[in-house]
């Protein structure tokens, strides 16, 4: 018997190869008149152009780093309130989304970012319209009103309403420069997305039937993103797949790989698809269920067995780090430790504590 559930997804989606063409309509629509373009520096170039083509564009942002700041957010907000702009676009990956967010949030609102970040001022209930093109096949940050930001080394997951896109344009095309290795890693953390968003305890069926097909899609299309950047079939199958990734994890939130990741990415220096990717076929192993069984029959895989052994040919495929031993002197105590603590353990359908964690990172050494 299905159970009570509500599902809210308030993003307007524009998808398809060489929908960036629309982004003076899409901006028009939402009333958006000056604005700040954020990006990193390899779309600098890009960002640039589209300033040249459209005069709602008065500023570049195009410092955003990996492991997003703060600093950036403040940057942003800086930029925003001196141009008085009405509006952001974020185009890139997950870190210039999750840092245009921030700031869109919080640019017409009192108070610096620090306090927002640390919890000592509430965000407001309305920010700016954001627009966000992603730009990689694999964050989901485009649909989500979560920002993954840094303040040195204390890394947040912060979840608002007001990080809501406004508008997302997913244009596949964007994706054909992307490099393998970072294919890879994004598309194995659209993959997390999907896999955790099935498996949490907050999943609902229509979060459930994006899950299942964006994990169909990872299965037949990463390989072939990877091994071919210019196959525009399997990249529009990825940014779909990641697309509807973000969307499955949205409300259900993700769990242990997640969770596990964040310590990965600070103290180890994962980047983070590959930081939940180090764990991912371990917990499809733990996990493992009736409800997973299922979604192993529906996207081609005999078992579950058989999907974790595949999510380790993809990292292998790529040369990513699979054992401890790839990185270095670990700490195992602080490490599992880190990991039972971070929140998003909380979600995961085996209760996951550090002796199990333990045990999990060791038959990884």
């Known amino acids: 018997m299905v159970e009570e559930f509500i599902y809210r997804q308030p993003v307007k989606i524009w998808f398809g190869a060489g929908e960036l063409r629309k982004l003076p309509d ?3 629509e939402l009333g958006i008149t000056r604005c700040v373009l954020v990006c990193d520096r390899f779309l600098a170039g890009r960002a640039e152009q589209l300033k040249a083509e459209l005069p709602e564009i008065r500023a570049v942002f195009s410092d955003v780093e990996a492991n997003p700041q703060l600093s950036g957010v403040e940057d942003v ?31 017409k609102a009192p108070g610096e970012a620090i306090e ?18 992603p730009t990689t096949a694999g ?46 890693n994004t598309g194995l953390d659209a993959l997390a997305h999907a896999l955790e968003g099935y498996w949490s305890r907050n999943h609902q069926p229509i979060s ?25 079939e399997a990249r529009t199958n990825m940014s779909l797949a990641a697309l509807l990734g973000g969307l499955s994890f949205a409300l259900p939130k993700t769990a242990g790989s997640h969770a596990c990741s964040y310590p990965l990415s600070e103290d180890y220096h994962l980047p983070h698809g590959e930081a939940c990717a180090f764990t991912l076929d371990s917990f499809v192993r733990i996990n493992a269920d ?35 031993s790839d990185l ?16 998003l353990m909380q979600n995961n359908p085996v209760v996951m504590d550090e002796d199990r964690l333990r045990r999990m990172f060791e038959a990884l050494r």
């Open 26 to 28: 899409v901006l028009s």
């Open 77 to 107: 907000v800086t930029l925003l309130r001196e141009t008085e702009s009405d509006g952001v676009i974020g185009l890139g990956g997950g870190s210039t989304l999750d840092t245009a967010k921030f700031a869109a949030a919080i640019a």
């Open 116 to 133: 927002y970040f640390r919890g000592k001022r509430a965000f407001p209930a309305a920010g700016l319209p954001i627009v966000t093109v």
């Open 139 to 184: 964050t989901g940050s485009e649909v989500t009103q979560v920002s993954v930001v840094s303040h040195g080394r204390e890394k947040k997951t912060i979840n608002q309403p007001v990080f809501m896109p406004k508008a997302a344009i997913v244009d596949p095309t964007l994706t054909l420069s992307v490099p393998p290795r970072t294919t890879m």
């Open 208 to 232: 459930d039937l994006l899950a299942i097909e964006a994990v169909r899609l990872v299965l037949e299309n990463l390989e072939a993103a990877f091994q071919d950047g210019n196959n525009l």
């Open 290 to 324: 009736a409800r997973l069984e299922l979604l192993c029959q529906r996207t081609g895989m005999r078992k579950t067995d058989y999907l974790a052994d595949k999510i380790q040919y993809f990292k292998e495929l790529a040369g990513l780090r699979t054992r401890l």
């Open 328 to 343: 270095g002197e670990v700490d195992l105590d602080k490490l599992c430790r880190d990991c039972a603590a971070h929140p």
